[in-house]
């Protein structure tokens, strides 16, 4: 049995400023024949940012085009812009046997988990609310209104980790020791989904 058989979505989520785009890029270091989605947004980009690279970057025209045409697997709007998971992207990688990455808010995972039965859902998590708000705060991308925002957004995301399969605290400087744990997450769940299929 190979790990092809088994394909999986591997949904990464978790609150604004917990690190998930500093795990994503750890981990395709790994250099492991995964399929990373790129999302769509109407955001944007951010210097050194390049469309199809970090993101897929659209007008709210061509953004609400692809939404009527049923081109994402999820979306929705978040702090102000738009976001979605390109159904093609999931739907050939898996279909090619590659398990895939993808990266959504909280809300967005369960919405994926409906869309992918078998979707596996990971969340990312601070060691604790305050150095959460710290890391935030240290970012010095928000200010006022939005950072208090950003800040109850994050504080409600946080109570909803029991809603995931797998909870990975990112200590701060302990990068490695985060994608490590993901990275026997996928291999678990494979060996378990390969054991079911061989009996």
Do not use: C
């Amino acid at each position: 049995m190979t790990d092809q058989a088994h394909p999986l979505l591997v949904v990464i989520s978790g609150p604004s400023g917990v690190g998930k785009d500093a795990v994503l890029e750890r981990m395709k270091r790994l250099e492991r024949p995964w399929h990373y989605v790129v999302t769509a947004t109407t955001r944007a980009p951010r210097p050194g940012e390049r469309d199809g690279e970090e993101y897929i970057f659209l007008d709210t025209a061509r953004f609400e085009e692809m939404v009527t045409q049923d081109r994402f697997l999820e979306h929705a709007e978040v702090y102000g812009h738009r976001y979605g998971v390109p159904r093609d992207q999931v739907e050939e990688a898996l279909r090619s046997g590659r398990d895939v990455i993808a990266k959504t808010d909280v809300q967005g995972a369960r919405t994926l988990r409906a869309a992918v039965p078998g979707a596996t859902l990971v969340f990312i998590a601070a060691p604790s609310m305050e150095e959460l708000e710290a890391r935030l705060r240290g970012r010095k991308t928000d200010r006022g209104t939005d950072l208090r925002r950003r800040l109850k957004t994050a504080r409600e995301e946080m109570e909803r980790q029991g809603e995931f399969d797998h909870v990975v605290v990112n200590h701060q400087g302990r990068l490695e020791e985060t994608v490590a744990a993901i990275e026997r997450i996928i291999q678990e769940t494979k060996r378990r989904a390969a054991g079911r299929g061989a009996l």
